[in-house]
Each structure stands twice: as C-alpha cells, then as structure tokens.
C-alpha cells in the first residue's frame, strides 16, 4: 500500500522546546486547541466573505501554520507533561475535521475553481478521519496511516491556496491537483481500513 514517512516525529522535535515554555507558563493543551480551530474559523470567513479578495488567502495561510504548530504543541503538552483529558481527547477529533472544513471549503467559493472537486476532496477528507476512528469502536487503536495525513493534505491546500494568492490558480493544472489529492485521500482511507481489518484478525 502507498504511504509516505510520518512526518509528526520531526515536528514535535522541533518543537518540543516551546512546548516546555508553554507548560512552565501554565498553559493548557485544551486552550490551543480552541485558538486553532478559532483561527481557522476567522481565516475562513475572511475568505467566504470576501471570495475574489487576495488578502484573505494570506490569512488563511497563516492560519495553516499556526494550526501545524498549535495542534503538535496540544499533543506534547497532554502527553509528555500529563495534561491529557477526555475533553481534549474529543476536541482533537472534532476540531480536525471542522478546521479541514473552515480552511478549504472557501476555496470552492472563488471565481474559476473547481468547486464540486474541492468539495469532494474536503468530504473524502472528513471520512478519512471517520476511517481512522472507527477502529475505536471494535476496541483497536486510531489509525494514523497515510499517506494523505492531515499535515500532508495541509500542505497539499496550502500549495493551492498559495497558488492562488500569487494568481497561478485557478489554472489548468488545478483539476489535476485536486485529482491527484482524491486519489491520495481514497487510498489513505483504504489503508486505514485495510490495517484496522489485519490488526482485528491479530
């Protein structure tokens, strides 16, 4: 099956050191969760509100970034620094999808995108997820495998949103690009299913 490496280590590598800081300031892993997904929101709206603006596209990158960092930073502090709750367990699950949804949904609203692949793309998406939770409910773990993971199909919208920004899109290569991420979706949701199946029979 097509995966790619697993780029979370390296992230939380990086930054683990700001993850101290914020644990030596008493800040709690549920707090982040909640600015990212209201960042993600503002930066969304921005863009629905203003869909042939440039600016708002600025946004919704900074946005992305700020969720790459705050949803590791979330994940440290809970788990090397004993801040883990049930809370926070589900608020990490519910704000995956809906910060997926606030960020890339306003794309479809632009002039010349093509909107029924951006939505499909965001809906196989959330059922990517749905995939890698529903092992919970045969008592197994959450699957994570990729090789679509949320960091990489952050990175792939965040190509399009750029592009978009500096003009390059809509293009003829856009209907590609979405394409290409359909079928990285499929196959990711694919693998999560078929190892969840394989662990089951274990």
């Given at each position: 099956m097509?995966?790619?490496?697993d780029?979370k280590?390296?992230?939380?590598?990086?930054l683990?050191p700001a993850?101290?800081g914020?644990?030596r300031?008493?800040?709690?892993?549920?707090?982040?969760t909640l600015?990212?997904?209201?960042?993600s929101?503002?930066?969304?709206?921005?863009a629905?509100t203003?869909?042939?603006?440039?600016w708002?596209?600025l946004a919704i990158?900074?946005?992305?970034?700020?969720r790459?960092a705050l949803?590791?930073l979330?994940?440290?502090?809970?788990r090397e620094?004993?801040?883990k709750t049930?809370l926070?367990?589900?608020l990490?699950?519910?704000a995956?999808?809906?910060?997926?949804?606030a960020l890339?949904l306003?794309l479809a609203?632009r002039?010349?995108?093509?909107a029924a692949?951006?939505?499909?793309?965001?809906?196989?998406g959330?059922?990517?997820?749905i995939?890698?939770l529903?092992?919970?409910?045969?008592?197994r773990t959450?699957r994570?495998?990729?090789?679509?993971?949320k960091v990489?199909?952050g990175?792939?919208f965040g190509?399009?949103?750029?592009a978009?920004?500096?003009?390059?899109?809509?293009?003829?290569?856009?209907?590609?690009?979405?394409?290409?991420i359909?079928g990285l979706?499929a196959v990711?949701?694919?693998?999560r299913l078929?190892r969840?199946v394989?662990?089951?029979?274990?």
């Open positions: 097509l995966d790619l490496p780029t280590p390296v992230l939380e590598r990086l683990r993850a101290r914020l644990q300031r008493g800040v709690r892993p549920n707090w982040l600015g990212s997904l209201a960042a929101t503002l930066a969304g709206g921005l629905l203003f869909p042939t603006a440039n708002p596209l990158l900074a946005a992305m970034l700020t790459l949803n590791h979330d994940g440290l502090l809970a620094h004993g801040m049930l926070g367990g589900l990490n699950e519910i995956t999808p809906a910060e997926d949804m890339y306003p609203a002039p010349g995108m093509p692949l951006i939505v499909g793309a965001v809906m196989l959330v059922l990517v997820e995939t890698g529903s092992p919970l409910t045969i008592g959450r994570f495998d990729g090789p679509m993971t990489i199909r990175l792939c190509a399009l949103v750029l978009a920004a500096l003009g390059l899109a809509p293009g003829s290569s856009t209907p590609a690009a979405l394409a290409m359909l979706l990711t949701a694919c693998n078929g969840s394989a662990e089951a029979r274990s």
